[in-house]
Nanobody, 115 residues
C-alpha cells in the first residue's frame, strides 16, 4: 500500500524559511517522478514542484521559481521542499505524491505564513 507522510510545516513570518519532508512507503522512490502540491481551503489543489525519476530535473510553478527547491533522498524514500522568502500567499496545506500515479493523498502538512 502506497502511503505518504508529510511533515515540517508550521508558523513562519513573511520572508522566513521552512523545509518540508515527505516520506513515501510501499514503493521505491527512485523509480518514480515525485511532486509537491498545495491546497488552500475552497480552492483547487495546485502543483508546486516536480522532480524527475532521475532525481536531477526539477520544475516549479512560476510563483515558486527562485524561492523553492525540491530534492530527494532515495535511500530514505523521502522528498524535501526547501521554501525560502515565504509570503502570506504561500499559506496552504502541502502534500506530496508520485507525479503520474493515482495515489491517495496523505494528511499533508500545514504551512502558515503570517506576522
Amino acid at each position: 500500500q502506497v502511503q505518504f507522510v508529510e511533515s515540517g510545516g508550521g508558523l513562519v513570518q513573511p520572508g522566513g524559511s521552512l523545509r518540508l519532508s515527505c516520506v513515501g512507503s510501499g514503493f521505491t522512490m527512485s523509480y518514480y517522478a515525485m511532486s509537491w502540491y498545495r491546497q488552500v481551503p475552497g480552492k483547487e489543489r495546485e502543483l508546486v514542484a516536480t522532480i524527475g525519476k532521475s532525481g536531477i530535473a526539477t520544475t516549479y510553478a512560476d510563483s515558486m521559481k527562485g524561492r523553492f527547491t525540491m530534492s530527494r533522498d532515495t535511500s530514505e524514500n523521502t522528498v524535501y521542499l526547501q521554501m525560502n522568502s515565504l509570503k502570506p500567499e504561500d499559506t496552504a496545506v502541502y502534500y506530496c505524491k508520485r507525479t503520474w500515479e493515482s495515489d491517495d493523498w496523505g494528511q499533508g502538512t500545514q504551512v502558515l505564513v503570517s506576522s
